[in-house]
């Protein structure tokens, strides 16, 4: 991490196929104060991902191509991507769906519909636990 | 006197072969020849140690013979004057002393002259002769010297041929002892062996060189001996005696007869025959186990018999066994029916039947014997002693053979042919009702086995359509969610005044987009929770739950609910109410959803609810009671099935979505447990819900 990024506000990578899902989450991110890139797919999120290194990953799970748990996967299974936090949002209401996204590694899960105020909320909680886990490792 | 007469005399006593007769002859030339009036010739008997009377002159026979002196009574005058070989005369009775003796010459003086022998041999004799006052004679000196060589001349003959014949005697007797092969011993009375045969010797003797086991066998067998002799309680008793052979070691047994006599002087002795009977206890043993085995062998043979009337007995067709000559010497009940005129039952009908029967059987017999084969097969019209009916039967004819090939008897069996012929007809019967018994069976399992493919195609997919339901259920939850999401994210984007500011209306009526939307959120939710109910996919999480700590957060969670109304609610909570195990997120589910229908269709007045022991044993109870608008009876049942609601409009005022109730009846279920509703239209309603404290094993 460096200087620059300690100082800028949080970068959020909102990834989801639907347009106005997108959208709305990035809107009001962006409305709220953080700095936001979008994905439409899961090889446009890894793209991103790697080469924005973002704070915090907003992950749709049914994407074509690469979903978003077997994104969400390589993404933990990268040394320079493992530590983001990552939030599964997902239309799936069946606790199938919830495990399976733990399995592959996502921090939490957020379930559609899904109000942005709320989403928001869990953003930071997930920016301030990978804060202290941070400051954890480096004293 | 010349010494023609002395010649003659000489002549004479040599030509004497008996010691009496020379005794005889010498007394009577005394008489004649020297005057002697009386006289007595006694003779030395070696062999029984005395002096006994020979012959007398002038004295009585019996006298004579009487006397007899102990050669040993040293002390006798008689025997010293035989000792001193020199005559002495006796003179008178005061001569006698010390010791006074009688002679069968009286009492009368008289002279003992001892008869001595040729060369001074000891004397043989004693001769007395009256007239002891006076000298005497030169004659009768020289006669009884004379008489004394002869005698002890023809005693010394005697002697030896007694000796020769004793000698002789005893070599006989030997043999003949030794020859019987029973042992035979004579023993003294301290039991000490005088004389044994070779029998006895091989048995109570040994040498010294022999082996020690002869030794000590022999050593054995004469203490065995001795003890018989010293128990046997006096001869004449026979007695069993235990001895072993030295040379085999084996045992022999004996009877030991016994026998007393006198031994050597007059002694007691015993004889000991001992007969070996060893052989024949063996044999009277061998004898007797043979007889045993012979009984043993007929109790077999009976017992065989029995066996073998038990089996004829036992076999329904007739049996008949015939000896060589046809006749019948065996049958069984079922043959006697044939072949027999029952005691007492007869009748010249049944005589006349039985005596038919005998000689078709006996013509069929005759055949089996005359013929080369050992079996023989044959029909035989019989007729039925009893009743005259035809009894046709087949006959099995077989020879019975010894070891040595005679025919020693044949046995028949008779089949009864009508019976046969019945059975056969039975059997048909029989077994066309099983055919068709199995046909039905058959089409049954068919049927079955149709019926079965058919359930289970229909199993299948009514499986399969309860999965495509979940799936499309899931599906449609899916693609309701995420237009919903886009209407309320918009619709909060704007509230929050991400595009700008709003009027007051605008504001109103995007509220109620928003108010709309969670509505419709709420419904997807409840559906979903419908399906996933019904198709089984519901997990559940057993856990230990307390009670009254899940009522306070379901409290906490309606508290801006209860804020809003003016209604009072009350809490009881039973202190005895335990632990229950369930699944709390279900059980929260259901009280959440009673308490917010309540606390919705409650206008004034109050809530409760009410936590406590039910009545049945291992159930709890929670009671949500209110005081509102309440369920008419014929509603009563409907509230609980999908989108029912009492009152719609109201409802839909409130805010339900007519799916909590039945899905709080579901969840209960899911759980063991079950909701009760007590209500009055206008007075309220009281809902229950009872659950188990422990969920029932599968």
Known sequence: ?139 | MGSKAKLAFVDALLAEQETRSCAVLTLRWLARYAGIARAMCAMVDGENGRLAGLTGLGLSPAAVDAFSLDLGDRTHPLIIALDGGEPVAFRDSSQFLPRPFATPLGNTSFHAIPLAGARNAPGSGLLLVSGGDSPLLGEVLWAAELLGIRLSALQYNRAQIDDRRHKRERAWLFSIINSVTDPILLTDADGRILIANTGAERLLTTEEDRSEGRRRAVALNNMLFSATLFNSGGGGTSQELVLVDPSEGQELLFEVLRAPVRVRSGEPGLVSVLRNVTDLRRASEEIEENYRRLRVAEAATRAERDRLDLILNSVFDPVLVTDPEGKIVRMNPPAERMFTVPTGKGGEEVERRVRINDAVFTSFVSNLYAGQSLLWRGELNLIDSQTGAPAPFEAFSGKVLSKQGEQTAAVTILHDLAEAVEKAQLYEQVKHHSEELRERVREATAELAEQNELLRRQAFQLEQASAMKSQFLANVSHELRTPLNAIMGYTHLLLEGVSGELTRPQREKLARVDANSRHLLAVINDLLDIARIESGKMPLQADRVLLPELIDEVMTEVEPVIAGTRLEVIRILSPDVPEIETDRQKVKQIVLNLLSNALKFTPMGSVSIRLGNAGEAGEISIAVSDTGIGIAEENQTTIFEAFEQANSSYSRRQGGTGLGLTICRRLAHLLDGRITLVSRLGEGSTFTLFLPCAPRKA
Request: glycine share 4%.
């Open chain 1, 1 to 139: 991490m460096n200087d620059s990024k300690a100082t800028e506000a949080p970068l959020v990578l909102v990834v989801d196929d639907v347009d106005h899902g997108r959208e709305i989450f990035a809107e009001y991110l962006e409305f709220r104060g953080f700095r936001v890139a979008t994905a439409a797919d899961g090889l446009e999120a890894l793209e991103k991902a790697f080469e924005l290194l973002p704070d915090v990953i907003l992950m749709d799970l049914s994407l074509p191509g690469i979903d978003g748990w077997e994104a969400t996967r390589r993404l933990k299974q990268d040394e320079r991507t493992r530590d983001i936090p990552v939030i599964a949002l997902t239309a799936h209401a069946l606790a199938s769906a919830h495990d399976k996204a733990r399995e592959v590694g996502c921090n939490a899960v957020v379930t559609k519909p899904c109000l942005p105020q709320e989403l928001e909320q869990e953003v930071r909680r997930q920016l301030e636990t990978a804060t202290k886990n941070e400051s954890k490792a480096q004293p």
